[in-house]
């Protein structure tokens, strides 16, 4: 029964991260459709990344993992929507970085120290607002506590399946530039947004 707990992981993460946002905000506001759709969006989180775990135990072919792998990743978009979108470079380095065990780890740990780059941007902007206090502390903590989990939930649909790590491991040269084109981009993303929030 992974489907349950996926759901059930997914709403408390997202009943979690309503409120860390509420306690972030220098403006407090509350509205239904909002705190709604950010629980929906979490709890989808939790839902499809169950899903896809359950079709890598009980599926075989590359064929049928990969559609259950690209809907996995489609209905886990929903927590970068709006403020959240400043994010995604992070969490897509970080994901790389922990869970694709077919490359190289002087890479992945690459891809994990850029992926800091932004989060860096918003604890200091955490600071500037707060000042340095026990609830700035707090509030930093809990957003990388819920970043840690959500990197967590995507191992189903991000790492490599056991059976085709030798195909990963002998990946071409044209996918290995289109990777490296893409880490860079998104690198190149989490600078901009970053001086963007801390206002350098």
Same mark, same amino acid.
């Given at each position: 029964m992974i489907f349950p707990y996926g759901v059930i992981t997914g709403l408390t993460l997202g009943i979690i991260?309503?409120?860390?946002?509420r306690w972030i905000s220098t403006d407090p506001e509350f509205t239904w459709s909002g705190t709604i759709f950010i629980i929906l969006a979490f709890t989808f989180l939790g839902g499809a990344q169950s899903l896809v775990a359950l079709a890598? =135990?009980?599926?075989?072919?590359h064929r049928r993992i990969f559609i259950a792998r690209v809907f996995g990743a489609i209905?886990?978009?929903?927590i970068f929507f709006a403020a959240g979108a400043q994010m995604f470079p992070s969490v897509i380095l970080?994901?790389?970085?922990?869970?694709?065990?077919? *490359? =190289? *780890? $002087?890479?992945?740990?690459l891809l994990?120290? &850029?992926?800091f780059v932004v989060p860096v941007?918003?604890?200091? =902007? /955490? +600071? @500037?607002? /707060?000042?340095?206090?026990?609830?700035? @502390?707090? $509030? +930093?903590? *809990?957003f990388l506590l @819920?970043?840690?989990? +959500?990197?967590? &939930?995507?191992?189903?649909? @991000? =790492?490599?399946?056991?059976?085709?790590?030798?195909v990963q491991k002998a990946m071409s040269t044209l996918k290995r530039i289109f990777l490296l084109g893409g880490i860079i981009v998104l690198a190149a993303g989490s600078f901009l *947004?970053?001086?963007g929030i801390t206002g350098d």
């Open positions: 991260a309503r409120a860390w946002m890598r =135990s009980r599926w075989s072919g209905f886990s978009l929903g970080w994901v790389i970085g922990v869970w694709r065990t077919d *490359l =190289s *780890l $002087r890479l992945r740990a994990l120290a &850029l992926g941007g918003l604890a200091t =902007s /955490f +600071i @500037i607002d /707060f000042g340095w206090t026990g609830a700035t @502390i707090g $509030r +930093i903590v *809990l @819920i970043y840690a989990t +959500i990197v967590y &939930l995507a191992k189903p649909t @991000i =790492s490599p399946l056991p059976e085709a790590s030798t *947004l970053t001086v």
